[in-house]
């Protein structure tokens, strides 16, 4: 079983910035990915930002790529989503998930998720 406790959520101006951390705990996969992904209320979860366990990243949505990096720290099953420059329309629940080696960009494709946290910016 894995458990993923997200942090670092918050309200920031716009042009701020934030930092999210999700740290992954119990028996995850030897070799998986971990990723985010947001969702703003009546919108489908997108897609954000991943990485596998080697380090290759899967291309972030070309809404964020300039601005969002994501990263990991495989020793501790820790991601996280650093968010520069932040957008009045960037707000979302943002979530941390987990998925066997392979996954990509779809949601369906991650076997546990985090609760989310909430991202606001002021305009």
């Known amino acids: 079983q894995v458990q993923l406790v997200e942090s670092g959520g918050g309200s920031v101006q716009a042009g701020g910035s934030l930092r999210l951390s999700c740290a992954a705990s119990?028996?995850?996969?030897?070799?998986?990915?971990m990723a985010w992904f947001r969702q703003a209320p009546g919108k489908e979860r997108e897609f954000v930002a991943g990485l596998r366990w080697s380090g290759a990243v899967t291309p972030s949505a070309d809404s964020v790529k300039v601005r969002f990096t994501i990263s990991r720290y495989n020793a501790k099953n820790t991601v996280y989503l650093q968010m520069n420059s932040l957008k009045p329309e960037d707000p979302a629940v943002y979530y941390c998930?987990?998925?066997?080696?392979?996954?990509?960009?779809?949601?369906?494709?991650?076997?546990?998720w985090g609760q989310g946290t909430q991202v606001t910016v002021s305009s």
């Open positions: 119990g028996r995850t996969f030897s070799k998986s990915v």
């Open positions: 998930a987990l998925g066997a080696e392979g996954a990509t960009y779809y949601s369906n494709e991650y076997l546990y």
